[in-house]
């Protein structure tokens, strides 16, 4: 009887450590993020959290330092001073491939096409951050292509693709590093309605994978039908944070986007 | 597909029995030099043409496997052979340091940088007397007299070269230099190491030319630091090479060095006596126009642009 009880306390103590980690468990977590080119602010003091399987967005008038953002979690550019930690663990100053193969995949707002590629080759070659054949890559450059509905297009130049289609070869080589991650920089953007439609149904489909999306879009179409959170920030400083409601309605947001008459009626 | 197989099965027995049909020496001796530069313009092409790091400074890892067959010689007294092991090794190790100090540097400022550090190391050569015997140059005794076995080592090289570059193109390798060369920072976001991948491509091309270069020791018997590490002769000439049989092509590189030892040929000999001798300096004028003519018309080197070349030729034989 005394025996079983204390088993049940240490199961309980354990069941009790496992609720508190799972709940501090960013997969990303960024802290008093800043990025200063000479005087001038692009990200400063931005602190958030990105919980396991949820789509969050960052929004924020042009210029404000989203895409600096994006730039810094994966190191193209080095930060300034804070810190972001990728599953509990600083990911500051490590090699933007490094930070690659522990899963943070991303896109690029201005499409980075490798032109004088197919398609395929394109996902091929990133699909050979985790796989070392070429038999297995290809594969996976098929799962990938399909998909994200590329497959029939898969022997053009990549310089070839519409702009809608680069965007969706941007992801599809993303997908390919099989991130538990993904940035998605501007993705919507330049796209028609249906295209935009389309669009939304594939990160609907990326998140049902179990990846966790950071997502930057300009497209209020967008990022407020599939954001579980955004975050809004404008001069490099943060303004507002919660659900797409929360945020939409919060006058300091407002007077960024359409300026202060707007956010006092 | 075929027709391309049936041609390289042709082009492999031709140059199999190319030297017991033809004994003239200087007929010999122009395809050895040629096919020595199949293999220094496909390395070149490797890092340049399919990684996207254009070498000005290909002399460089050239002269260094030349001296180091050279010195095997003057200062251990083995045969210059052992060069042809290590030249190419040595080359590997001047690679290294070149990389180390180069791709740090993207685009442009790469050639201009590979460029100056051919330049600092024939100058160092050439000034480091007991090493190198300076502009004395180092002289050496041939091992054959014939010219047959020179023909056949030059071949396997050359063949050598140009397969292991093929093999390297199709693995996760070649991927890689490709995406490097397309778009380096959607490379690295891929998840490619590309100072490391940007090296291996360096290292393999240097490995091959400082090969060619320990053969040409062999072949020539005597080098200076004014040849083997030529701005002019061997760096601007493996460009040269590259471009006129196609850039990122996989035999593109040893067309083009067959045409361009060809026009060098046609023109040093002024048409081969036939024409006056004043056109013998002017061959300098030659490649250039030639390189005009390549990049206006055929920019993607002749077998990068085959299809356009048939298609012209069908034109003209069609109007007549």
Known sequence: ?265 | MKAKKITLIILGIVSLIFPLVIRSDYYQHLVIIALMWVVIGSSWNLLAGYTGQVSFGHAIFFGTGAYTAGIFVTKLGMSAWWGMMFGGIVAMVFALFVGWICFRLRGPYFALATLAGGEIIRLIVTNWESLTEGMMGILIIQSFRSKLPYYYIALTLAFLCVFVIYLVMKSKWGYYFVSIREDQDAAESMGINTTLYKNVSLLISAFFTGMAGAFYMNYMAFIDPQVVYSLHYISIMAILVGIVGGVATTLGPAVGAFIMVGVQETFRSAFFGLAPKWISQAHALVFGLLVIFVIMFLANGVLGDWGKIKRYVFRIKASN
């Open chain 1, 1 to 265: 009887m005394g025996k079983d009880q204390t088993i049940r306390v240490q199961n309980k103590g354990i069941e009790l450590i496992g609720l508190r980690r799972r709940k501090h468990m960013a997969l990303l977590e960024v802290k008093k993020l800043t990025k200063a080119f000479g005087g001038l602010m692009a990200v400063n003091n931005v602190t958030f959290k990105i919980e396991r399987g949820e789509i969050f967005g960052l929004i924020g008038p042009n210029g404000s330092g989203k895409t600096t953002t994006f730039n810094c979690i994966n190191n193209f550019s080095p930060i300034t001073s804070g810190d972001i930690f990728f599953k509990e663990k600083s990911i500051k100053g490590l090699k933007t491939h490094k930070t690659c193969h522990l899963g943070i995949g991303r896109t690029f707002q201005v499409v980075k096409p490798l032109s004088r590629m197919t398609v395929i080759g394109n996902v091929t070659a990133s699909a050979f951050c985790r796989v070392n054949t070429i038999k297995e890559a290809r594969d996976e450059a098929y799962r990938v292509l399909d998909f994200c509905n590329l497959l029939k297009e898969k022997d053009k130049l990549a310089k070839s693709l519409p702009i809608e289609g680069r965007k969706r070869l941007e992801i599809a080589r993303a997908l390919a590093t099989k991130p538990e991650l993904l940035l998605l920089d501007e993705i919507a953007a330049g796209l028609n309605l249906s295209e935009l439609d389309e669009a939304i149904d594939l990160i609907k489909r990326i998140r049902d994978k179990g990846i966790t999306i950071l997502i930057i879009e300009h497209i209020m179409k967008v990022i407020m039908t599939i954001s579980d959170r955004i975050h809004a920030i404008n001069f490099g400083q943060t303004i507002a944070e919660g659900t797409p409601q929360e945020v939409a309605n919060n006058p300091e947001v407002i007077e960024a986007y359409l300026g202060a008459e707007y956010a006092q009626g």
